[in-house]
Structure formats: structure tokens, C-alpha cells
Nanobody, 126 residues
Framework: QVQLVESGGGLVQAGGSLRLSCAGS????????MGWFRQETGKEREFVAA???????????DYADSVKGRFTISRDNVKNTVYLQMNSLKPEDTAVYYC????????????????WGQGTQVTVSS
């Protein structure tokens, strides 16, 4: 049984930083893309960042334009864990952040992803 468990969300002031973690279990994620999406209440889930598999110690990253230059995704393929370092946070970054995994290439379209975590709330105050 595949599980993705996020942690690291919380309340932060604008301009601050948070680091989200997502630990995968139940299988190896070799060959899987791992990524992050976010969802505000009443809105559709939107792509944030993804790291495609390129080998045990490498990954190829993709970012939404709204977070490029502020967020950094990384993955530890030995630990089956993906991270999202979020800097220069803005109030518009407030959302529930979800970790996801899919075999093969990443996608910016959330229905393409097979596995999801339960989400972690990030709130940025102005």
C-alpha cells in the first residue's frame, strides 16, 4: 500500500520561509516523478513543482511560473522523500499543499498523478 505523508506546513509571515517534506512508503519510487500541488478553498488544485526521476542521485525539476525563483524542489531517492523549500513567501501562497507521485514523466495536470498525500496547510500572513 503506497503512502505519501507530508509535513512541515504552518503559519509564517510574508517574506518568510518554510520547508515541506513528503515521505513515501509502500514501494520504491525509482522511476517515479514526485511533485507538489496546492489548493485553495473553492479552487482547483494547481501545479507547484515536480522532480522527475533521472537516476538515484539526480532529478529534473519543473516549476509553476508563480513560484519560480522562490521555491526549490529536491528529492532523496534513497529515503523516498521529496522536499519543497519555499522562500520569500507571499499571502497568495496560502493553500493546502499536496505531495504526489506518478510513474514516468511528471505532468502539470493533477488527474495524471496516481498517488496523493493527505495535504498540509500553509498560511502566509501579510
Amino acid at each position: 500500500q503506497v503512502q505519501l505523508v507530508e509535513s512541515g506546513g504552518g503559519l509564517v509571515q510574508a517574506g518568510g520561509s518554510l520547508r515541506l517534506s513528503c515521505a513515501g512508503s509502500g514501494r520504491t519510487f525509482r522511476g517515479y516523478a514526485m511533485g507538489w500541488f496546492r489548493q485553495e478553498t473553492g479552487k482547483e488544485r494547481e501545479f507547484v513543482a515536480a522532480a522527475s526521476w533521472r537516476g538515484t542521485y539526480t532529478a529534473e525539476a519543473d516549476y509553476a511560473d508563480s513560484v519560480k525563483g522562490r521555491f526549490t524542489i529536491s528529492r532523496d531517492n534513497v529515503k523516498n522523500t521529496v522536499y519543497l523549500q519555499m522562500n520569500s513567501l507571499k499571502p497568495e501562497d496560502t493553500a493546502v499543499y499536496y505531495c504526489a507521485a506518478v510513474l514516468g514523466s511528471s505532468s502539470r495536470y493533477y488527474p495524471d498523478w496516481a498517488y496523493w498525500g493527505q495535504g498540509t496547510q500553509v498560511t502566509v500572513s501579510s
